[in-house]
């Protein structure tokens, strides 16, 4: 999916549906404009709408992010970074959610996410990734 591929998120979406417990309104971390206007979509918007749709539950796309994509940063500059999002404004906030994201690398961009919507008001339940990277 980083490279442009869509095949993988029906895949990914139906065993996110069979498997991952899920709490309130799903959603996702997305990636900076750049990287989705460069593949045509958002992984994990992607993938939270079809995980939303199987399993019938709310999908709200809340988070925005800002600045560049974090690829090719070292551990450090990734950990160090913060206020990547902001919430949107005018949107109705739930009362509880699910993140989801593609890949988790060092855990900040997730900690990040949860820091402004828990400042917002939203209980974070749980925060589902489809993949952890090595250090």
């Known amino acids: 999916m980083k490279r442009g ?6 895949v990914f979406g139906d ?8 709490d309130g309104v799903l959603i996702p971390l997305p990636t900076s404009r750049h990287r989705a206007a460069e593949r045509g979509f958002d992984q994990s918007v992607e993938l939270a709408r079809r995980l939303a749709a199987l399993r019938d539950m709310a999908c709200a796309e809340l988070l925005v992010k ?4 974090q690829a090719g940063l070292g551990r450090r500059k990734r950990l160090a970074a ?30 990040d996410a949860v820091r ?11 925060i589902i990734v489809l993949a952890r990277t090595e250090r």
């Open 82 to 111: 913060a206020d990547r999002f902001r919430v949107r404004r005018g949107v109705a906030l739930p009362a509880a959610a699910t993140l989801i994201d593609d890949v988790c690398t060092t855990g900040a961009t997730a900690r």
């Open 116 to 126: 402004v919507l828990r400042e917002a008001g939203v209980a974070v339940r749980r």
């Open 15 to 22: 065993l996110l549906a069979a498997a991952a417990p899920l």
């Open 5 to 10: 591929e869509r095949d993988p998120l029906d």
């Open 66 to 69: 800002r600045g560049a994509a």
